[in-house]
């Protein structure tokens, strides 16, 4: 295989021979800017983004992967993955060659082991689904469609059952990654161990990942669903959810949101271009302890709508409802070291009731429990002592430009800047936002460090720069 190129040479332009070499050398299809289907194969979830490559290649296989990479290497060109569902989204530029792994659907499941092998295009429906019928689950994202490898990659916090078991990538037991040579490797805590620590919490840095194994838990249902309530109760809410939040057992993952959703008709009447709030909520023990759990929640206020039960983990999705298709946003992330009720009344300033505010989603999402605790082989997944996580969404119209609203929803986080930690995290972190320096402060100095030593050795090219990009040692920190 060859080695990736010196992009300060500048990238080999293709030629029609070239192209036709690639062609034959994969199984899956190639697109070329102009070609029927292009557009559809570089379109992710995030509507707003737009990717225009100069090559896709729909990866069917591993070896497929391993031709893709070694093509860009040839010609100097850099090397994107579009995610498989949701997830922080950058443009793709027009010299790169983008890799889509959706074809890549293979799972397999270990129920003695407890364990799951899947490929690079699976999503957490599949994984669930199947798990389900082993009587055993995996540590979900907030969607069906959300795509396993990319969340993990960035930690994987699970709406079900983070706080009781903390970040899915300390539960990985191993990877196979094409690296910048080309080359397929099976990274462990006994093979390739630089390359296993630093892919859990490094995201796509160090290679395109094609498959991957990680542990499965003996749960079947849970008591779990979202309190709806009206955006003028929101004070009463967020109060009582702070409150609640102080006390809360480790089993108890949950999440208060305030949705300023379009006026659609597929939604409830009473969220139709007003202001409610949802507070989502899901425990691990009976349905009895999860009443009395949740009881103070639904007395805050008169609720709208009340879909907590007890349901089948299948059903997790029913926790966050996050649309079912792919819409336009700009994002934007960070973590906090407390909430307090001064730090709520922040929030209501900003996009309370009364706030003339364009934001559409403001989730504010609990952390700590086993999320602040390592478990398995060690990782970079850090800022393990953050309270919470929030995130604002944007929602940007069909055909209209996302550069109009790149700074809607940064008076979010400029308001609560008294209570957010200087450190990020990888998964909070909109590609907006992911510059290098800011990038740099999801990890502690010798953790960063001995990141960069390992993308010289295994990318010093920085062919793997499309993303939440940490530059080689060699290509210092303004790379």
Same mark, same amino acid.
């Given at each position: 295989?060859?080695?990736?190129?010196?992009?300060?040479?500048?990238?080999?332009?293709?030629?029609?021979?070239?192209?036709?070499?690639?062609?034959?050398?994969?199984?899956?299809?190639?697109?070329?800017?102009?070609?029927?289907?292009?557009?559809?194969?570089?379109?992710?979830?995030?509507?707003?983004?737009?990717?225009?490559?100069?090559?896709?290649?729909?990866?069917?296989?591993?070896?497929?992967? @391993?031709?893709?990479?070694?093509?860009?290497?040839?010609?100097?060109?850099?090397?994107?993955?579009?995610?498989?569902?949701?997830?922080?989204?950058?443009? #793709?530029?027009?010299?790169?060659?983008?890799?889509?792994?959706?074809?890549?659907?293979?799972? $397999?499941?270990?129920?003695?082991?407890?364990?799951?092998? #899947?490929?690079? +295009? #699976?999503?957490?429906?599949?994984?669930?689904?199947?798990?389900?019928?082993?009587?055993?689950?995996?540590?979900?994202?907030?969607?069906?469609?959300?795509?396993?490898?990319?969340?993990?990659?960035?930690?994987?916090?699970?709406?079900?059952?983070?706080?009781?078991?903390?970040?899915?990538?300390?539960?990985?037991?191993?990877?196979?990654?094409? !690296?910048?040579?080309?080359?397929?490797?099976?990274?462990?805590?006994?093979?390739?161990?630089?390359?296993?620590?630093?892919?859990?919490?490094?995201?796509?840095?160090?290679? #395109?990942?094609?498959? @991957?194994?990680?542990?499965?838990?003996?749960?079947?249902?849970?008591?779990?669903?979202?309190?709806?309530?009206?955006?003028?109760?929101?004070?009463?809410?967020?109060?009582?959810?702070?409150?609640?939040?102080?006390?809360?057992? /480790?089993?108890?993952? $949950?999440?208060?949101?305030?949705?300023?959703?379009?006026?659609?008709?597929?939604?409830?009447?009473?969220?139709?271009?007003?202001? !409610?709030?949802?507070?989502?909520? $899901?425990?691990?023990?009976?349905?009895?302890?999860?009443? +009395? &759990?949740?009881?103070?929640?639904?007395?805050?206020?008169?609720?709208?709508?009340?879909?907590?039960?007890?349901?089948?983990?299948? /059903?997790?999705?029913?926790?966050?409802?996050?649309?079912? /298709? +792919?819409?336009?946003?700009?994002?934007?992330?960070?973590?906090?070291?407390?909430?307090?009720?001064?730090?709520?009344?922040?929030?209501?300033?900003?996009?309370?009731?009364?706030?003339?505010?364009?934001?559409?989603?403001?989730? &504010?999402?609990?952390?700590?429990?086993?999320?602040?605790?390592?478990?398995?082989?060690?990782?970079?997944?850090?800022?393990?002592?953050?309270?919470?996580?929030?995130?604002?969404?944007?929602?940007?119209?069909?055909?209209?430009?996302?550069?109009?609203?790149?700074?809607?929803?940064?008076?979010?986080?400029?308001?609560?800047?008294?209570?957010?930690?200087?450190?990020?995290?990888?998964?909070?972190?909109?590609?907006?936002?992911?510059?290098?320096?800011?990038?740099?402060?999801?990890?502690?100095?010798?953790?960063?460090?001995? &990141?960069?030593?390992?993308?010289?050795?295994?990318?010093?090219?920085? @062919?793997?720069?499309?993303?939440?990009?940490?530059?080689?040692? $060699?290509?210092?920190?303004?790379?």
């Amino acid at each position: 295989m060859t080695s990736a190129s010196n992009p300060l040479s500048g990238p080999r332009p293709f030629s029609p021979r070239d192209i036709r070499t690639l062609t034959v050398d994969v199984a899956g299809p190639v697109f070329l800017p102009g070609d029927n289907g292009y557009t559809e194969e570089a379109t992710g979830f995030n509507r707003a983004v737009t990717h225009r490559p100069a090559v896709i290649v729909g990866a069917a296989d591993a070896a497929d992967v @391993m031709s893709a990479v070694s093509f860009a290497g040839r010609y100097g060109r850099p090397v994107a993955v579009l995610s498989t569902g949701h997830g922080p989204s950058g443009d #793709v530029p027009e010299d790169a060659v983008l890799i889509t792994t959706r074809r890549m659907t293979g799972l $397999s499941i270990d129920a003695g082991e407890r364990t799951v092998r #899947v490929e690079a +295009g #699976v999503n957490w429906r599949q994984v669930v689904e199947e798990a389900a019928g082993h009587g055993l689950a995996p540590l979900v994202g907030s969607a069906a469609d959300v795509g396993v490898v990319g969340y993990t990659l960035g930690g994987g916090l699970s709406v079900t059952m983070g706080r009781a078991f903390g970040w899915a990538a300390d539960h990985v037991q191993w990877i196979d990654v094409v !690296t910048a040579d080309g080359e397929l490797r099976h990274a462990s805590r006994d093979s390739e161990d630089d390359l296993f620590w630093a892919l859990r919490g490094g995201k796509s840095n160090f290679g #395109v990942v094609t498959a @991957m194994e990680f542990s499965l838990f003996p749960v079947t249902q849970l008591y779990a669903g979202a309190l709806y309530f009206s955006g003028d109760d929101a004070r009463e809410v967020l109060h009582a959810y702070e409150r609640f939040t102080t006390t809360a057992p /480790e089993e108890v993952t $949950s999440s208060v949101a305030l949705l300023r959703l379009p006026d659609l008709p597929t939604l409830p009447d009473f969220m139709r271009g007003r202001l !409610t709030v949802a507070v989502r909520f $899901s425990w691990l023990g009976s349905e009895a302890d999860g009443e +009395g &759990l949740i009881a103070p929640l639904r007395a805050a206020a008169p609720v709208l709508l009340d879909t907590v039960e007890l349901r089948p983990y299948t /059903e997790f999705d029913a926790i966050s409802a996050d649309p079912p /298709e +792919g819409i336009g946003a700009v994002e934007h992330f960070a973590v906090l070291d407390e909430v307090s009720p001064d730090t709520i009344d922040a929030l209501l300033d900003v996009a309370g009731p009364e706030a003339d505010s364009r934001v559409n989603v403001v989730d &504010l999402r609990q952390l700590g429990g086993a999320l602040s605790r390592y478990s398995g082989a060690p990782n970079v997944v850090g800022t393990r002592d953050a309270a919470f996580a929030v995130f604002a969404f944007v929602f940007v119209p069909p055909g209209e430009d996302r550069e109009e609203y790149r700074t809607v929803g940064g008076e979010v986080m400029e308001r609560l800047e008294p209570w957010l930690t200087v450190r990020k995290h990888t998964n909070f972190l909109g590609a907006n936002d992911a510059t290098t320096e800011r990038v740099r402060l999801a990890f502690d100095a010798p953790t960063y460090e001995r &990141l960069q030593e390992i993308k010289a050795a295994r990318d010093p090219a920085n @062919m793997f720069r499309l993303n939440h990009n940490i530059p080689p040692a $060699s290509a210092g920190a303004g790379s």
